[in-house]
C-alpha cells in the first residue's frame, strides 16, 4: 500500500481497542491474531447463543460506523426469526466518503478482526453466508482479506460446524469498480446483484427485503471490528468507553489543513478542539483555523468558532451538523470556501447515480454553477440560487446522496457567504493570489 | 481470448453467489486487468457465463468509473483532487503530472504508457496528496516524487517488468 | 429490477395492490377528505380513487415501483420529511396533504429540475400538446428557470426504423424500460452512464433487436421517444381520431388512427379504452401504413382480350352479374363457388354468404380456415357449456392458462400480454404444451411439456381416454404428463387455449377432459386475422348457416329462408379445398373470391385457375390471385369502413370508420360511387368500394330487393337472427367489446387440413402486410417466424 507511517503516527490519547494490532508484527496473519485474544469472541458468542448476542452488542450502544449512526445491535434485531429464506451478512468496505480512510488499515491491519465479527453477526442474525463488498480501488486489500479468509478456512472458523458449535458460515470478497453510491446499502445490494448500483425503495428495509431478496444485514467495516472487542470486553465495559448512547471509541481521520494527519482511535464524544489541537498539532505553518467538516465531506461545515464539540452523534447534530463516517477535514484561513464547496459538489454530482431527479439535476446545477462562479461569472443571485437548488434536494431525494449534496451547499454558503460576496465584488477568486503551497 | 488462468478465476467467481448475475462486476474488473480494456469479446464471455443478455453488461460498465471500453496507458495515473487532496495540493500534483506527460485527463501518451484521469476520493486522505498507479497507492505527493515515479515506470518497463 | 431469469428466486419489487385481496379496507383522510380503498393499496392510487390527481412521472399502475421522479410528493402526518404516494402503502387513519405551500413547492422544484437540461422544443416536438412535462409545469408552476449554465446535448439516435430516441428530452423515468422488460417481456432497453449523463440505450447497443411494439413510444410522457412514422409529421390536435379495431390478427385490440386530410398519421391506443388497455403491437400501432399505399387498387379491372383493363364500377358489376347469371343458367348452380374473407366483417361475410345461397343459389362457399370454431362450438353446445368460452378479458385475470400448440408471442400478441399480465401480476401459472419450445414455454410456464411435432393431438387423447401415452410422444420428460395432469387438477378456473394443432375429433377430446378440471374451466380457439372467428360465425362455410346451424337442418334452413324471404339450397357444399380442386377440374366455371388469396395460401400451381370461365376477386391490392381474375373490384380497407368484427376468443366490436380530418374538400375525394352508405364525413380512399357497398350493388344487378342501407342494418339483423349474436347493440356502437355466445351443432370437419394456421410472424400478416412499408421496415422482420427477442 501507500505511506503507511502517515496514518499511524499514534497519540497518547488513543484508546485503542480495534486498532491494538495495528504495528504488530505479522499483524495480518491468523497465528498472530490468535495470539491476541483473536476468535475469542467467537467462541464466547457461541455460548451465548444468538439473542444473548445481538442484546450484548445492543446493550454495547455501538453504534454503524459508516454515517448513518443507527444502534447496530437494534438493525439485527429487525431480521424476521421465522422466515424460511436465506439470510445475508454483507460487510460494506466501500469506504468512499470524502475525508475518510480508517477501514482501509482495519483490513490492511487486521483482517481477522473484521472477519471475526462478520462471522459473530452472521451467527446472531442466522445467516451462512457472508460478503465483503470491497471498492474496486482497494485491490490490495482484497487479497489481503482472501488471503485472511482462506486462512480462516483452513483452521475451521469458516466453513461447516465452526468450533463444533453446529453453525455453517461461507464468507466471500466481492469487488465494486468505482461508484460512491455503491456505499448506500441498498444500492450496494444492488451492485452485489450484479445491477447498476441504483438505491432501492424503502421498506422494505434490507432486514427483510436485501439480497437476492432475503433478509440481509449490512454493516460498515469499522462497526463489525467492533463486534469481537464488545463480546470479549462486555456490553457495559465497553459502552463506557464513550459516552451514553454512544459506546466505545471511534476511529477519526483527520487530514487537510493539520499537523499531523492520520487515523487516530478515540473514545466517543472526545471534543473536537482537543482532538485538532491536541491529536493533530493543530493547524501548520502558524495558521489560524478557519472551519471543519466533522464527519466526511456530506456533513454540514462547522465555523472555527462552532468546533468546541463533542464528538458523539447528539452533541455534533445538536449544533446542526454530523459526526458521519468519522472524516474530520480541517481548513485553514487561507482556504476558498467556494473552491471548497465547488469541489465537493463536483463529486457528488459525478457520483450521483442519476436515479432520480432532484439529486441527479441538482447536483449538476449545483457544480456548474459554483464553477461559473468561481470562476469569476457570478452574479448576484447565485449564492441564493445555490441555497435554494440545495434547499430543493434537501430530503427529496431516494436516497441520502442527495442530502449529502444539499448540505455542505447550505451550511457553505449560509456560514461563509461573505466569502462568495468577496467573489463577486472582485470578479475572480480572492485566495488564488494569496494561496501558498502545503507541506 | 482469455488465458487459462482467468478462465479459472471467472469459474471460482461466480461460484461464490447463488446467482451467477452477481458475478458481473468481479468478473468485468478482473477481465480489464488482463486484457486491458473491456472488449466486446470480454462483454460477450461475461453475458455468457453468467446467463444475461450483453445489454445488462454494458449496463454496468458505464455505471462503474473504473471500467473502460477502449484501451488505456499501461500506467494508469489516478490523481485525487478530492477535498483533503485539494486542501493539500492535489490539483498541482495533476497539473504537474499533466505538464510532464504532455496530456489532459483521460489522456493516453503516444507510446501507450500512460493516461492520466482526475478521480474522486481514493480513501488515502490522511496521505494527501495521493494517487494510484494502476492499483498501487502513492501518497504525501509532491511534484519531485512524481518525477521519480513516472521515471521509475518508464526505467521498469524498458526492463521488460510486467504491468 | 430482477429480471426474470431467476424468477422464482428473486421477487421483483411491485406494488401491493396487486397481490393483495380486496376484502380488508382502510380508511385514510386525504385533504380533509375521508377515502376507504382496499389494504395494500398506494397512496397515489387511493388519492386517485378519491379525485385527488397527484403527479408523477415514473409511477405507472402495474409497473414496478420507483420513487424516481419525485413528484409525487405529499405531506403524510407524523412524517418529518416529505413522502413519494407512489411508494407509500396507505395505513389506517393515515392524514395526508397533498395541496400544501411545501408539497407545491417541491413539485415546481422537481420540475425546476426536469426543465435543467430539457430542450424547450416544444414548438417542433412529436409531443407538443399531449406531453406530460408540459402539462405539470401549465399545472404546477416553475414556468420560469433560475437556470443560467450550458444545457447538455447529444443528437438524436435511432434505435429502429420505428423508434427514435432523442436524450436531452428524456427525464429518465424508466417507464420504457419497464414496459418492455416487465410487460412485454423483451428486455430491449437499458440505462448507461450516470447522473446527469445517464440515458437509454438499446440492447445492441446502438440499434434494437425486439418485437418494435413501439410501447416504450407510447408511454413515454415526453417526447424523448418518437415514432418513426410519426415524427415531425403532425401536431396532434390537427389529427381527428377515431377508435377502431386493429385488422391484423385475430385479437381485436382497438387501435385509434389518427386522420389527417383523409390520411392516417398514426395509431395508438392512448386512451386504453378497448380489450388490449395499453397494449398494442407493432401490427396496430404500425401496420396500418398499408392503407396509404400507392400500390391499392383504386379501379376497377376488366380483362380484355387476356389483358386486365380499367373499368367502370358499372361495367364491372354489371359483367360479373351476367356472367354468373349465364354460368349458373347453362352449368347449374354447383358450377359456380365463393370464397370469403377472414377479415371482411360480419356484415359483409354474412351478405356474401346470403349472396351465394339466395342468389347464386349454392352452399360452395368456404374460406381458409386458420382455426376449427366449428368443432369448439359443437363440442361445448353438447356438453351444454356454451358460457365456458373465454374472452381476452378473462385470460389477463386467470388464475391458471392451458396453452396448447400455437406461439402466441408471434401469433397473437395480446394473448401473449394478456398471459405474461396474468403470471406477472396475479401470480398465474401456465402451462403451455408445444412442440416448439415458445417463448412463453421458456419464460413464463410453470410446466411445459414438448411434444414431437404434430403430437399436440395425441397428448390431447391421452389426457381425455387417460390412455397411456404413446412412447415418443413427449420429448422432455417422461414424467412431464403426468406433472401437467397433477398440477391442473389441483388448479381452479383454467383457461385452456390451443392453436390449429388441435381440429375436429381432437377438440372434442379437449373439451371432454377439460370440463372434467376443477372450477370453470374455458376454452378460447386461436385462429389468424380480424374476423376469422366472424367468417366462421356467419357461415361462409358449406355446411353451416350463420350461428353454426348446419344447411342439412330444414329448421334452420326454414328460419333463414324467413329471414331472406328466398330459398336456401339444401345439400351441403363443397369446401375450400375441394373448391380449388373443381376449379382445376373444370368443374368449378365461375369462381367469386372476397378478400382472400387462395392461389397463394393454398399453393395453387401455375395456370391452376385458368379452367374457370369466370374469376371475379374483390381485393385491396394486386395479389397472385386477382392477377388470374376477370374482374378485379377494388375494395376498401378497414380503416375506411365500418362493421364489426369478432376476435377469435368471441368478442364483438364495432369497427368504426374514422372521420377523414381536417380541412378537406369534397371534391378532394373524388366521385363518390354509391349511395349504399350515407355520405358522411369520413375516411375513403378514391375509388374504392366497401365489400358491403359492392355486395349490396351487386345483389341490385341481381334484381334483389335487400333491405339494407348501411352496415347497421345489417347487424341488427344478424343479432336478430343469429343465434350467439342477440347482443346489445349500444354498448357495441359506443366501442365496448360484447362477448357473443356461439352455440350449434355444426357438420364435423370434413377434412383435417381445411384447418390451419398461416403462421404470420409479428412482422407479417397475409397479404396487407406485404405492403406495409414500417413492417418490412424493420431488421427483425427479416429474421424467421420464433425468434425470440
Known amino acids: 500500500m501507500g505511506d503507511y507511517e502517515s496514518y499511524m503516527k499514534g497519540s497518547p490519547l488513543e484508546v485503542k481497542v480495534i486498532t491494538k494490532r495495528f504495528g504488530l508484527a505479522n499483524s495480518t496473519s491468523i497465528d498472530v491474531y490468535l495470539e491476541t485474544d483473536g476468535y475469542q469472541a467467537l467462541a464466547k458468542a457461541f455460548e451465548m447463543g444468538p439473542a444473548a448476542v445481538i442484546s450484548e452488542v445492543k446493550n454495547s450502544g455501538l453504534r454503524g460506523r459508516g454515517g448513518a449512526g443507527f444502534n447496530t445491535g437494534m438493525k439485527w434485531s429487525f431480521v424476521p426469526k421465522d422466515t424460511s429464506k436465506p439470510k445475508y451478512i454483507v460487510c460494506n468496505a466501500d469506504e468512499s466518503e470524502p475525508g475518510t480512510c480508517k477501514d482501509r488499515p482495519l483490513m490492511e491491519s487486521d483482517p481477522h478482526q473484521l472477519i471475526e465479527g462478520i462471522i459473530i453477526a452472521g451467527f446472531a442474525i442466522g445467516a451462512r453466508q457472508g460478503y465483503i463488498y470491497i471498492r474496486g480501488e482497494y485491490r490490495y486489500l482484497l487479497d489481503i482479506l482472501d488471503r485472511a479468509i482462506a486462512e480462516a478456512y483452513g483452521r475451521g472458523y469458516l466453513g461447516r460446524n465452526i468450533l463444533n458449535s453446529g453453525f455453517d458460515f461461507e464468507l466471500a470478497t466481492h469487488t465494486g469498480a468505482g461508484a460512491y453510491e455503491c456505499g448506500e446499502e441498498t444500492a450496494l445490494l444492488n451492485s452485489l446483484e450484479g445491477l447498476r448500483g441504483y438505491p432501492r425503495v424503502k421498506p422494505p428495509f434490507p432486514a427483510v427485503v436485501g439480497l437476492y431478496g432475503c433478509p440481509t444485514i449490512v454493516n460498515n467495516v469499522e462497526t463489525l471490528c467492533n463486534v469481537p472487542a464488545i463480546l470479549r470486553m462486555g456490553a457495559e465495559a465497553y459502552a463506557r468507553l464513550g459516552t451514553p448512547k454512544n459506546g466505545g471509541t471511534r476511529l477519526f481521520c483527520l487530514s487537510g489543513h493539520i499537523r499531523r494527519p492520520g487515523v487516530y482511535e478515540l473514545p466517543m464524544g472526545f471534543n473536537l478542539k482537543r482532538m485538532i489541537e491536541e491529536v493533530g498539532g493543530g493547524v501548520p505553518g502558524g495558521k489560524a483555523l478557519k472551519a471543519v467538516i466533522p464527519g466526511g465531506s456530506s456533513c454540514p461545515v462547522l465555523a472555527a468558532s462552532e468546533v468546541d464539540v463533542a464528538m458523539d452523534f447528539e452533541s455534533v447534530a445538536r449544533i446542526g451538523s454530523m459526526l458521519g463516517s468519522g472524516g474530520v477535514i480541517i481548513m485553514d484561513e487561507d482556504t476558498c470556501m467556494v473552491k471548497a464547496l465547488l469541489r465537493i459538489e463536483k463529486f457528488y454530482a459525478h457520483e450521483s447515480c442519476g436515479w432520480c431527479i432532484p439529486c441527479r439535476e441538482g447536483t449538476a446545477w449545483l457544480k456548474n454553477l459554483l464553477q461559473r462562479f468561481h470562476d469569476g461569472g457570478g452574479t448576484e443571485q447565485d449564492p441564493d440560487t445555490a441555497l435554494d437548488v440545495s434547499f430543493n434536494i434537501l430530503g427529496k431525494t431516494l436516497c441520502p446522496l442527495g442530502d449529502a449534496a444539499a448540505l455542505p451547499g447550505i451550511s457553505f454558503i449560509q456560514k461563509f457567504r461573505h466569502e462568495f460576496e468577496e467573489h463577486l465584488k472582485l470578479g475572480a477568486c480572492p485566495f488564488e493570489r494569496r494561496a501558498v503551497a502545503v507541506t | 481470448m482469455l488465458s487459462e488462468a482467468l478462465k479459472a478465476k471467472f469459474d471460482q467467481v461466480i461460484a461464490r453467489y447463488p446467482v451467477k448475475r452477481s458475478a458481473i462486476v468481479p468478473l468485468l474488473l478482473f477481465g480489464q486487468d488482463e486484457i486491458g480494456y473491456i472488449s466486446d469479446e470480454l462483454v460477450e464471455e461475461i453475458a455468457r457465463r453468467v446467463e444475461v443478455r450483453p445489454i445488462e453488461v454494458i449496463e454496468d460498465i458505464s455505471y462503474y468509473s473504473m471500467l473502460h471500453r477502449q484501451p488505456i496507458g499501461k500506467y494508469n495515473l489516478q490523481v485525487c483532487t478530492n477535498i483533503s487532496c485539494l486542501l493539500r495540493g492535489g490539483e498541482e500534483i495533476l497539473e504537474h503530472c499533466r505538464r510532464r506527460l504532455g496530456i489532459d485527463p483521460k489522456g493516453t501518451t503516444p507510446d501507450g504508457l500512460f493516461s492520466l484521469e482526475e478521480v474522486e476520493c481514493l480513501g488515502a486522505c490522511c496521505g494527501a496528496p495521493a494517487m494510484q498507479v494502476n492499483y498501487e497507492f502513492y501518497e504525501n505527493l509532491t511534484p519531485e516524487k512524481v518525477d521519480r515515479l513516472i521515471e521509475e515506470l518508464r526505467i521498469r518497463t524498458a526492463n521488460g517488468h510486467p504491468r | ?789
Open chain 3, 1 to 789: 429490477m430482477a429480471r426474470g431469469d431467476e424468477a422464482g428466486e428473486i421477487e421483483t419489487p411491485m406494488p401491493e395492490t396487486t397481490l393483495a385481496t380486496a376484502a380488508e379496507t382502510v380508511t385514510l383522510v386525504i385533504d380533509g377528505q375521508s377515502v376507504t380503498v382496499p389494504k395494500g393499496t398506494l397512496l397515489i392510487e387511493a388519492a386517485r380513487q378519491a379525485g385527488i390527481e397527484i403527479p408523477s412521472y415514473c409511477y405507472y399502475p402495474n409497473l414496478s415501483l420507483q420513487g424516481a421522479c419525485r413528484m409525487c410528493l405529499v405531506s403524510i402526518a407524523k412524517m418529518p420529511k416529505l413522502q413519494t404516494a407512489c411508494t407509500t402503502i396507505v395505513s389506517e387513519g393515515m392524514t395526508v396533504h397533498t395541496q400544501t405551500p411545501e408539497v407545491a413547492n417541491a413539485r415546481k422544484a422537481m420540475l425546476e429540475f426536469e426543465l435543467t437540461n430539457h430542450p424547450l422544443d416544444c414548438p417542433v416536438c412529436d409531443k407538443g400538446g399531449e406531453c406530460e412535462l408540459q402539462d405539470a409545469v401549465f399545472r404546477y408552476g416553475a414556468a420560469e428557470t433560475r437556470f443560467m449554465e450550458a444545457k447538455l446535448h447529444h443528437e438524436e439516435k435511432r434505435f429502429s426504423n420505428l423508434v427514435y430516441y432523442d436524450w436531452p428530452r428524456c427525464i429518465l423515468c424508466y417507464r420504457c424500460i419497464r414496459i418492455c422488460d416487465e410487460g412485454m417481456d423483451v428486455n430491449a432497453l437499458g440505462i448507461a452512464f450516470r447522473g446527469a449523463r445517464s440515458e437509454i440505450i438499446p440492447n445492441r447497443e446502438d440499434h434494437l433487436e425486439c418485437e418494435e411494439c413501439g410501447m416504450c413510444i407510447d408511454i413515454c410522457p415526453v417526447g424523448a421517444l418518437t415514432s418513426g412514422t410519426y415524427r415531425y409529421k403532425a401536431r396532434p390536435w390537427e389529427l381527428s381520431y377515431t377508435g377502431t379495431i386493429c385488422n391484423h390478427c385475430g385479437d381485436g385490440c382497438k387501435t385509434t388512427l389518427g386522420v389527417r386530410n383523409n390520411e392516417i398519421i398514426r395509431a395508438n391506443n392512448r386512451d386504453h379504452s378497448g380489450i388490449n388497455g395499453e397494449f398494442l403491437c407493432v401490427k396496430g400501432r404500425f401496420g396500418w401504413d398499408f392503407v396509404n399505399s400507392r400500390q391499392r387498387l383504386t379501379v376497377p379491372l376488366v380483362r380484355r382480350n387476356g389483358h386486365q383493363e380499367q373499368s367502370t364500377w358499372q361495367e364491372a358489376l354489371s359483367l360479373t352479374h351476367k356472367t354468373l347469371r349465364a354460368i349458373g343458367e347453362k352449368y347449374g348452380a354447383d358450377s359456380i363457388a365463393v370464397i370469403g374473407s377472414n377479415r371482411t366483417t360480419n356484415e359483409e361475410n354474412y351478405l356474401l354468404q346470403r349472396l351465394a345461397r339466395t342468389l347464386l343459389g349454392t352452399n360452395n362457399i368456404d374460406h381458409h380456415r386458420t382455426a376449427d370454431y366449428s368443432s369448439l362450438v359443437s363440442a361445448l353446445t353438447e356438453a351444454r357449456a356454451t358460457d365456458r368460452y373465454a374472452t381476452m378479458d378473462d385470460l389477463s385475470a386467470a388464475a391458471s392458462v392451458l396453452l396448447i400448440g400455437n406461439d402466441p408471442t408471434h401469433q397473437h400478441p395480446l394473448a401473449a400480454y394478456q398471459i405474461r399480465q396474468a403470471v406477472r401480476l396475479r401470480g398465474a401459472r401456465l402451462y403451455v404444451v408445444n412442440s416448439a419450445e415458445i417463448k412463453l414455454a421458456v419464460r413464463q410456464a410453470s410446466v411445459f411439456v414438448k411434444v414431437r411435432a404434430g403430437g399436440e393431438a395425441d397428448l390431447v387423447g391421452s389426457l381425455a381416454d387417460q390412455r397411456p401415452v404413446p412412447p415418443g410422444l413427449v420429448l422432455n420428460g417422461a414424467d412431464k404428463l403426468g406433472a401437467l395432469a397433477e398440477r391442473l387438477a389441483k388448479e381452479s378456473d383454467t383457461i385452456i387455449v390451443f392453436g390449429d394443432e388441435l381440429r375436429g375429433a381432437a377438440i372434442g377430446d379437449l373439451v371432454r377432459w377439460g370440463l372434467t378440471l376443477p372450477g370453470r374451466p374455458r376454452f378460447m380457439a386461436l385462429g389468424d386475422y380480424a374476423n376469422s372467428r366472424g367468417a366462421a360465425d356467419m357461415g361462409l362455410l358449406p355446411g353451416t348457416l350463420p350461428g353454426y346451424r348446419a344447411v342439412a337442418d330444414p329448421e334452420a334452413r326454414a328460419r333463414y329462408e324467413a329471414v331472406w324471404g328466398a330459398p336456401v339450397p339444401a345439400g351441403e357444399g363443397r369446401h375450400i379445398r375441394a373448391i380449388l380442386d373443381a376449379a382445376q377440374s373444370g368443374e368449378i366455371k365461375a369462381l367469386v373470391v372476397f378478400g382472400s388469396n387462395p392461389v397463394k395460401t393454398f399453393q395453387l400451381p401455375e395456370g391452376a385457375l385458368s379452367r374457370l370461365a369466370f374469376l371475379v376477386v374483390s381485393e385491396l391490392f394486386p395479389t397472385e390471385t386477382t392477377a388470374c381474375a376477370d374482374v378485379v373490384l377494388p375494395a376498401a380497407s378497414f380503416a375506411e369502413k365500418s362493421g364489426t368484427v369478432t376476435n377469435t376468443s368471441g368478442q364483438l366490436q364495432w369497427m368504426r370508420r374514422p372521420a377523414r380530418g381536417f380541412d378537406v374538400p369534397d371534391s378532394a375525394l373524388g366521385p363518390v360511387p354509391t349511395r349504399a352508405e350515407p355520405i358522411l364525413n369520413t375516411m375513403r380512399r378514391t375509388g374504392t368500394r366497401s365489400d358491403l357497398e359492392i355486395l349490396l350493388a351487386l345483389a341490385r344487378e341481381f334484381g334483389a330487393r335487400w333491405p339494407y342501407r348501411s352496415a347497421e342494418d345489417v347487424l341488427r339483423e344478424i343479432i336478430a337472427s343469429v343465434p350467439g349474436y342477440a347482443v346489445a347493440l349500444p354498448p357495441l356502437l359506443m366501442g365496448r367489446a360484447v362477448a357473443t355466445q356461439a352455440e350449434g351443432t355444426p357438420p364435423p370437419l370434413e377434412r383435417p387440413d381445411l384447418v390451419f394456421t398461416s403462421r404470420d410472424s409479428l412482422f407479417t400478416s397475409g397479404t396487407v402486410s406485404r405492403f406495409s412499408w414500417a413492417l418490412n421496415s424493420v431488421e427483425e422482420s427479416k429474421q424467421p417466424h420464433g425468434h425470440i427477442f
